[in-house]
């Protein structure tokens, strides 16, 4: 089972948006293909501000996105998104409580 995820918010530069989102699907196909990469890596747009957006990957455990972050191209990957960022904040998570893996009714 994943139960560790990094968590990106991203915030494009003016008129940025699009160029962003395309850095950023090329990053995550990379990001994608690092052993231990549990799900595909997803990009949602906040729906209330179209301006802010938030990624997130799930990873097999917390060595594996620790090993991805530490990959030789991360560094230059990352860069390559964050020239269309303005501002950016990173989170590792871990899973507490996954309600779909408890038995029985609530």
Do not use: N, Y
Request: one cysteine or more.
């Amino acid at each position: 089972m994943t139960d560790v995820f990094s968590i990106g918010s991203w915030q494009p530069g003016e008129g940025q948006a699009e160029q962003f989102v395309q850095a950023w699907t090329e990053f995550a196909r990379w990001s994608a293909s690092m052993d231990g990469c549990g799900a595909p890596p997803r990009l949602t747009r906040d729906l209330r501000d179209e301006g802010s957006f938030v990624s997130f990957a799930a990873w097999r455990d917390a060595e594996s996105m620790h090993a991805w972050k530490a990959h030789p191209e991360f560094r230059e990957r990352m860069s390559q998104v964050q020239e269309h960022v303005a501002k950016f904040a990173a989170t590792e998570l871990e899973l507490v409580v996954d309600v779909a893996l408890l038995s029985g009714p609530a």
